[in-house]
């Protein structure tokens, strides 16, 4: 039953990234995008990963997918038709797939051939949920607050460049805001 499910988390992880990148719509994309962050929580919580479960909720979906459709929402008009990218760009992104997919192919099967490697032993304490939790919000050079809310705001501050840059070109061809 567990590698059952496991296969059934996977499987629609991979349907719904492959509609992200294939949608046409950018909302629907947006939505399939949720529905994939969903499908890795399933597998987190699969895995018995209960804390990386709930921020993967938490913060992807919580506040990257909202940013995400926020701007969708304001920069793009949903009623038009939009056109498809010329040739020369789909070229060249399925070449840059192609590469990618090979370099993760090649990355695979070297790891599955035995190379000798001196296996590392894990830590005898892993930590407790306590323990990750109040080392994610210590203040001092081991905890992450800090490098959590600089990168909240390094978001925040994309996401309002992204209107400003949207809105201004609109302006300067003649349409409306």
Known sequence: MHDLLFYGLAGLLVCFSTLVVMAPNLVHAAIALVASFFMTAG??????????????????????????????????????????????????GIIIAATLLCMLLFGTLTSLLPIGLAERPLPADTGSLATVGSRLLQPTENGFIV??????????????????????DSANRGEPS
């Not at 701007?71 to 070229?91: D, V």
């Not at 600089?150 to 501050?157: A, E, Q, T, V, W």
């Open 147 to 168: 490098p959590f809310e600089m990168i909240s705001l390094l978001l925040l501050i994309a996401l309002i460049g992204a209107v400003v840059l949207a809105r201004k």
């Open 43 to 92: 597998l987190y919580l699969l895995f018995e990963m209960e804390f990386v479960a709930v921020a993967q909720i938490m913060v992807y979906v919580g506040g990257i997918v909202i940013f995400v459709i926020i701007t969708i929402l304001l920069t793009t008009r949903l009623g038009e038709n939009h056109l498809l990218p010329p040739i020369r760009q789909r070229l060249w």
